[in-house]
């Protein structure tokens, strides 16, 4: 579980979502956890190119993460590393999106993975993240267990 | 924050062996084991679990306790909470931005539905 895969449906033509990715105007709109405000949006959309995003978020706290474009096939894949500013990096992570037409529009598929160091890298070869995933599931059922145990 | 990434750090690296998640996954189920319980399943000789039940100490994920001969071994859930949160921060980042990216597209989408795009 060094690694996060999420799948969201989207009623806009893959080309559309593609672009909302990739420029400043689009980055804008949705970057961060919350409503807060993205302060700051440079991206330069080739392979190679770097993107830069400072955000604030509700809690008054700003952010900042960047990284550099690996894969930029519009409008199906989009790779970029990643890393956040300043006391806050854990190193520098991999972004992969992958966006499928559908008759609604689009399917599109984030996975945000290497989440941490070189030890977890070097497992992530090594396929342990599904072993992971299920003892993480465990151990949430079982705390779960524990709590209802108390009460 | 450093001693915080330092503990994930350590509680990752831990987490990376397969004899340690398994330990970790039963004692997760079982509360807790003794040294030799622990080591019955696994083809490895006791002194090389110890070696893992030290890691997984040094990422302070389990605590032992010895009375008489016996080693009780309990897991300590704290480090695993801290690094599913970390995990957590991230889904939350991506859960709501990727809500406004849809909405964002979707309006992109039904202005050029209205200009015949």
Known sequence: MSSLTLVRRIRARPSIVFDAL??????????????????????????????????????????????????????????????????????????????RPIAEGTELTLTHSRLHDEETRRGHEQGWSGALDKLMRQFLVSAEEERHDRS | MVNYTRQLDRTFAALVDPTRRAILARLGREGEATVSELAQPFAIKLPAVMKHLDVLSGANLITRSKQGRTVTVRLSPEPMRAAMEWLRHYERFWQAGLDRLAAYAESREAEAKRGGG
Request: hydrophobic share 40%; net charge negative.
């Open chain 1, 22 to 99: 990739i420029t400043a105007e689009g980055i804008a709109c949705w970057w961060g956890p919350d409503a807060g405000p993205v302060l700051l949006a440079e991206c330069d959309p080739r392979v190679g190119g770097r993107f830069r995003v400072r955000f604030r978020t509700l809690d008054g706290s700003e952010h900042e993460s960047s990284g550099a474009y690996l894969e930029v096939a519009r409008p199906e894949r989009l790779a970029m590393s990643w890393r956040w500013a300043g006391s806050e990096d854990p190193g520098e992570s991999l972004v992969e999106i992958d966006l």
